[in-house]
């Protein structure tokens, strides 16, 4: 491919699903990436992959709230801007879409952007003033002029639509790695040994960021409510604004003695809890994708979702998830008393159905192909324009 940039913010280990989806574009597409980049969120996580270039932004608010960057590091990025053929723009709201929308601009470069869920309802339930500034001074211009906006899912794309014109939106869903190839028997013994769970409990799975966003006590306290005699939860994850201890002490607070904060989990023991779990729970107020959920479907695991999920109207329909009909707790509870109180042929038939759900839609080979023809219109229309 032509000289493809990412340009992105904060591209660390940390980041969880937002920098996995920039790695899979660099990947594709053989993009250099580059990253507005806290020195604090470098130094904690490391660089989500060695070959990116980071440009730190500054200390203090400004930097903090808009990552903004000195004349200096601006003039950098800039540089690398007016060299490439083609800008993703990752992420919105903060000072790289102001320098990329200035210089392809400028310079005719043609460029993506992809908000990453940014475009949420729920995003505007706080930060409104700040939001809706940045859309009147940059962002209607950095989205009226971009070649493509990219979704993720065809809900994330309609919720966009009252903020920014569906004209040229184009939903493309990323894709997740091919499942190990494990036995669900073999993982469930693991799993249930490995966490002291009683040995024939069902296991809900909770992967994630330990954020408020994501609505853990909230979940906690449904799981407690529905009252599940052969059923566990586990909830794994980086710590975010949660820790794993403050988990596990609210839940033992209000005596949810089927729950159990794991902390972050990687590699083959990730792996082993994806392919041994009955269901994946997902209560976040907000996902546009949720990689964690499709990560489980792609090992059998049916979903339990809330309505901020983006893909849970879909699974719903594609027989492969249980959606709450909204966020009260009386709904979660339902949801997953249904779930609990499945036969086995009918667990077995939506295990099936999410695998199969993953093969059509969420393969390297689908992205790849998505992907690539996208980008290969705008450089063919770049060129002959």
């Not at 091919?178 to 409990?201: A, F, H």
């Not at 209000?254 to 729970?281: H, M, Q, R, T």
């Not at 879909?314 to 027989?319: F, H, K, N």
């Not at 009909?325 to 042929?345: F, I």
């Amino acid at each position: 491919m032509a000289g493809i940039l990412n340009v992105t913010v904060d591209y660390t280990k940390d980041s969880g699903g937002s920098a996995l989806t920039v790695q899979q574009f660099s990947q594709v597409l053989g993009a250099q990436t580059v990253s507005l980049t806290r020195q604090s969120s470098l130094s904690t996580s490391g660089s989500y992959s060695d070959d990116c270039i980071h440009i730190q932004v500054e200390d203090g608010f400004m930097g903090n709230a808009y990552d903004y960057i000195s004349k200096r590091n601006a003039q950098q990025l800039r540089d690398i801007i007016r060299n490439a053929d083609l800008i993703i723009c990752h992420k919105i709201f903060r000072y790289h879409n102001q320098v990329i929308l200035q210089e392809c601009m400028a310079k005719g470069i043609p460029y993506v952007v992809v908000p990453h869920g940014s475009l949420d309802p729920y995003v505007f339930t706080y930060g409104y003033v700040q939001k809706r500034a940045w859309l009147m001074l940059f962002g209607n211009r950095l989205f009226r002029n971009a070649n493509a906006v990219i979704y993720a899912t065809q809900n994330e794309m309609a919720k966009a639509t009252s903020r920014v014109p569906p004209a040229n939106g184009k939903v493309i869903a990323w894709y997740v790695p091919e499942p190990q190839n494990m036995d669900y028997d073999t993982c469930r013994e693991l799993v249930w040994s490995r966490y002291g769970i009683k040995r024939g409990n069902q296991i809900y799975l909770m992967l994630g960021r330990l954020h408020p966003m994501k609505r853990i006590f909230e979940a906690i306290r449904g799981f407690k409510t529905a009252k599940l005699s052969n059923a566990t939860l586990l909830i794994a994850g980086t710590e975010d604004e949660y820790t794993v201890e403050q988990i596990a002490s609210y839940a033992k607070d209000i005596g949810a003695i089927n729950v159990s904060a794991i902390g972050p989990v990687y590699g083959s023991e990730k792996d082993e809890l994806l392919a041994a779990c009955d269901f994946s729970l997902n209560t976040s107020y907000r996902e546009n994708y949720c990689y964690s959920i499709v990560e489980g479907l792609s090992y059998g695991a049916p979903a339990v979702l809330t309505p901020g999920n983006d893909l849970a109207s879909t699974l719903d329909q594609e027989g492969c998830a249980i959606c709450c009909a909204d966020y009260d707790n009386g709904s979660l509870v339902k949801a997953l008393r249904r779930s609990a109180g499945m036969e086995c042929v009918d667990i077995a038939t939506m295990r099936n159905k999410a695998q199969d759900w993953v093969r059509t839609n969420a393969t390297y080979e689908t992205f790849q192909h998505n992907i690539l023809h996208l980008v290969n219109d705008i450089m063919d229309c770049s060129i002959h324009s």
